[in-house]
Every structure is written in C-alpha cells, then in structure tokens.
C-alpha cells in the first residue's frame, strides 16, 4: 500500500493588531503570519473501507470531531456526498495551545493531502471555503510562507519572499484558550506601536506593508496579565538582542527573531534549563507545492 507523509509546519505571528470585534462574534485583524520548520508528520493510506481511521503519538490528542484532522476529513466527506477509506496517522511535534497553528496546519495539509491522493481536483479556491470552516488561521496554511493576514485571518496577501533571519521559540508549557483571549481583549485600549523594529527592513522585504505592524501584538496584553512570566521571556529575549520578541497568536509561545544562527543558538542556551526551545527557519510550502508528494 502507497503510504504518504505530510509535514505540517508551524507559524509564528510576527505582529498582530486586534482592530473591532465584529458583528459576528469574530475580531478583524491585521497581520502577519510566517510558516516555519517546526512540523507535525502527518502519514496517510488509502483503505477498502469507507471510514477515517485516525491515530496519534499523543494519546490526548482527541480523536473525535473536536481533532481538526478528523473534522477535514468529514467536511471533504459531507461535500462529496460518501466517505472515503483513510488511514491517518499524526506524528505531532508543535506543542498544542501556544500559538503555532499546528492543529490548523494538520487540518490544512489534510484538505490538500485528500484532495492530491482521492485526485477530487479540486482548487485552491476550493480549499480555502472549507478551510475557514475549520479555523480562522487554517486557510494560511493551503498559502505558506510569509503573508500578511486581514479579515479574520483569512484574506491573505503572499510576500514575495522568505525573510532570512532565525526564530527562537521559548515554550512555556501554558495552554491558552484563543476564545478566552479574544473576549477578555480590551479594544480602544491597545497602545502604540510606533516604535517598532526597523531592523527588520533589512531582512524582509516588505513590499510596501506597513512595517510597524510588526512591533506589537495586541493578544499579549490579556495573556501576560494572567501569566507574567510570559512577559520576563519577551525581556529576556531582547536583552539578549532579538530583532523582534513577540508572542505569537493568543500565545502562550513567546518567540525571538535573530540575525544569525549563532545569535539565537546562544540565547537558546540561556533558557534551555527552564523551558522548553526549539530554533526554527522561515519556510514556505502550502498548496502550490503539493505535487511534489
Ligand atoms: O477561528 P478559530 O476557531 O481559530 O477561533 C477560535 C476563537 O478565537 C473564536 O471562537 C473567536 O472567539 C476567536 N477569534 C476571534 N477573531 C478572530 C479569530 C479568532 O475573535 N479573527
């Protein structure tokens, strides 16, 4: 039997502004998202029989309709009319709760790894309606690499190019509930981010986005309040001289941006006794790439 194997990779959020809540419960956003090489494994196989048999290596990964996998897979199913046969194994690696996207990534590379494998033909287009469905921030992983995000998360604009700079990731072993985050964010309120890091102009270009996005993200306020030990990490992280320090998404994972492998090689060792690092690379692959299984 054909087996094939899926990364799903992880995002960090470089910046992100919380502009109103809207009248359906969502907030508009801006910003921008940037996939990195921390990833999920995901192994699929046709079967004879019509149903999802889905495993994990972490037994408390649910296996019912809250596992967004599994929810991929019935939204394909209830728009072809027929289950297929399915074997999904799910070698998870991106901690859960912290702001990475790894369940929306797994989602994501499911809609894309079905549609390649069944053959349904189906486009991007196509996949982005179910993805968001799944998740405001599943729809940016069919794109991949670095996109500014609008809407709810899911209008993107792709950038040229992968800035060339290495991330940080200190994992505080906190899991945020993104829904909590979002009601408890005082809007109005958000400071500002003027003074951002221009120091990034010399690695990303930006395509004429608005630069000072990248300074500041407004979920940080709610989850450093509850966890102050979040906001030392941020500190830290620029004492030791990251380009940007930043959580990413409603957190908890808060994350340094470095000119050099050596730079955040060094500042990882000065957290390793505590948390859990993990040094990653800006990567891009999504939809366009999925003839390459
Ligand atoms: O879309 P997703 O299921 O990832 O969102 C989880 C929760 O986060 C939503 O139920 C909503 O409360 C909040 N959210 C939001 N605005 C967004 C994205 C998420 O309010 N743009």
């Given at each position: 039997m054909t087996q094939w194997m899926l990364r799903a990779y992880a995002k960090v959020n470089l910046g992100l502004r919380v502009l109103h809540r809207r009248d359906d419960g969502y907030h508009e956003l801006d910003t921008y998202f940037l996939q990195i090489s921390l990833a999920d494994q995901l192994f699929f196989e046709k079967t004879g029989s019509a149903k999802l048999v889905f495993t994990c290596?972490?037994?408390?990964?649910?296996?019912?309709?809250?596992n967004l996998c599994v929810r991929a897979y019935h939204l394909i199913a209830a728009k072809m009319g027929r289950e297929l046969g399915l074997q999904l194994h799910l070698q998870k690696n991106v901690p859960a709760g912290g702001g990475l996207g790894g369940g929306s990534s797994d989602a994501a590379m499911t809609l894309m790894a079905i549609n390649h494998i069944y053959r349904l033909g189906w486009s991007k287009k196509d996949l982005h309606q179910l993805a968001l469905q799944l998740g405001s921030d599943v729809s940016f992983f069919l794109e991949g690499g670095l996109c500014r995000g609008q809407g709810r998360g899911e209008i993107l604009s792709p950038l040229a190019s992968l800035p060339q700079f290495w991330i940080l990731l200190i994992v505080p072993g906190i899991a945020v509930s993104t829904a909590s985050v979002y009601k408890n964010i005082k809007l109005g309120l958000t400071k500002s981010y003027r003074n951002s890091t221009f120091a990034l102009l010399n690695f990303v270009p930006f395509d004429g986005c608005d630069i000072e996005l990248l300074g500041v993200n407004d979920l940080e306020e709610v989850v450093f309040a509850r966890h102050p030990e979040l906001l030392a990490i941020k500190d830290k992280l620029q004492r030791a001289g990251a380009l940007l320090a930043n959580m990413t998404g409603s957190g908890a994972v808060v994350f340094g941006v470095f000119g050099s492998y050596e730079q955040a090689h060094q500042t990882q060792e000065e957290f390793r006794s505590e948390y859990r690092t993990i040094v990653a690379r800006p990567i891009k692959w999504g939809y366009d790439d999925v003839d390459l299984l």
């Open positions: 290596n972490w037994p408390e990964i649910p296996a019912d309709q809250s």
